[in-house]
């Protein structure tokens, strides 16, 4: 007899004993291989996930969010993802594989995450922070890559002049007689 799925639409999904495949592995030729995510996913207590949020299966571990840790809706926590208790994560958060996060982090909406990186506990992450290396030191980032915050302030001020700072700049050397 046909296993009971079997005989469902073909929409319907695998009981969640099935192993899923969600990565796979690319050849020199092109050719895509189904990697097996055989791990799990571990919640801890007080753990909120909001609607259509997406968290990953593990490839051979565990997939681990801390407890009291909220997730707002619409984040992605990827494969391997280690995230620490009290953490809050805004809307469009997106982390990528094989990631570890500290306690207490607080990420603003639309914040994304490389694969393989480290942040310390006590970090806060905003204005759509894109995190590209580990964060080292607790504190406030912001910007793409991310900045501490005060950087990534004076830097998108002084972004706003360049037209005008570019103009000075020519007419200085015009007036110096065109060195360049």
């Given at each position: 007899?046909?296993?009971?799925?079997?005989?469902?639409?073909?929409?319907?999904?695998?009981?969640?004993?099935?192993?899923?495949?969600?990565?796979?592995?690319?050849?020199s030729r092109g050719k895509?291989?189904?990697?097996?995510?055989?791990?799990?996913?571990?919640?801890?207590?007080?753990?909120?996930?909001?609607?259509?949020?997406?968290?990953?299966?593990?490839?051979?571990?565990?997939?681990?969010?801390?407890?009291?840790?909220?997730?707002?809706?619409?984040?992605?926590?990827?494969?391997?993802?280690?995230?620490?208790?009290?953490?809050?994560?805004?809307?469009?958060?997106?982390?990528?594989?094989?990631?570890?996060?500290?306690?207490?982090?607080?990420?603003?909406?639309?914040?994304?995450?490389?694969?393989?990186?480290?942040?310390?506990?006590?970090?806060?992450?905003?204005?759509?922070?894109?995190?590209?290396?580990?964060?080292?030191?607790?504190?406030?980032?912001?910007?793409?890559?991310?900045?501490?915050?005060?950087?990534?302030?004076?830097?998108?001020?002084?972004?706003?002049?360049?037209?005008?700072l570019r103009q000075r700049?020519?007419?200085?050397?015009?007036?110096?007689?065109?060195a360049s």
């Amino acid at each position: 007899m046909a296993a009971w799925w079997a005989t469902r639409r073909r929409s319907a999904p695998a009981p969640s004993s099935a192993p899923r495949v969600t990565d796979s592995l690319r050849t020199s030729r092109g050719k895509s291989h189904p990697i097996p995510q055989t791990g799990n996913v571990v919640l801890g207590d007080r753990v909120r996930v909001g609607a259509n949020c997406c968290i990953d299966r593990a490839a051979y571990r565990t997939t681990r969010i801390g407890a009291g840790t909220k997730l707002d809706n619409l984040c992605h926590i990827a494969h391997n993802v280690q995230i620490g208790e009290d953490c809050l994560l805004t809307s469009m958060f997106c982390v990528a594989g094989s990631t570890t996060i500290g306690n207490r982090v607080i990420a603003s909406g639309q914040t994304g995450v490389l694969d393989h990186v480290k942040i310390c506990d006590d970090v806060v992450l905003v204005h759509r922070a894109g995190v590209t290396g580990d964060i080292d030191q607790p504190g406030t980032y912001a910007g793409l890559p991310v900045q501490p915050l005060k950087d990534y302030l004076r830097n998108t001020a002084v972004v706003r002049l360049l037209g005008e700072l570019r103009q000075r700049l020519l007419a200085l050397e015009r007036a110096q007689g065109g060195a360049s």
